[in-house]
């Protein structure tokens, strides 16, 4: 089992920056990719951001390319998504996922799921 924790969330004007945390336990070994997702409401869970645990390839929402980026410290069991020039549409839940067999852009082929952190942007 891998257990998930996110972090940094908070309330921000627009154009700002935050900093999202997800540290992993348990079984860290065994992740092969990490994802971020977030989930307004009302709305279905959209793909954020994705990276090889191990380094590597990273994988971006077209809504949020260019202004977010993820990366890792395998030292720190960590993965985290930098946002910046945040809009009002960004506020979501965020989540970070993590799977044994592969890094996606599809929130059903991720095993463990942290419990999420808040972002909300004012305009």
């Known amino acids: 089992q891998v257990q998930l924790v996110e972090s940094g969330g908070g309330l921000v004007q627009a154009g700002a920056s935050l900093r999202l945390s997800c540290a992993a336990s348990?079984?860290?070994?065994?992740?092969?990719?990490v994802g971020w997702f977030r989930q307004a409401p009302g709305k279905q869970r959209e793909f954020v951001a994705a990276?090889?645990?191990?380094?590597?390839?990273?994988y971006y929402g077209e809504s949020v390319k260019g202004r977010f980026t993820i990366s890792r410290d395998n030292a720190k069991n960590s993965v985290y998504l930098q946002m910046n020039s945040l809009k009002p549409e960004d506020t979501a839940v965020y989540y970070c996922?993590?799977?044994?067999?592969?890094?996606?852009?599809?929130?059903?082929?991720?095993?463990?799921w942290g419990q999420g952190t808040q972002v909300t942007v004012s305009s």
């Open positions: 348990g079984r860290t070994f065994s992740i092969f990719g």
């Open positions: 996922a993590a799977d044994p067999r592969t890094v996606s852009r599809y929130e059903t082929n991720y095993d463990y």
């Open positions: 990276i090889l645990w191990n380094g590597g390839s990273s």
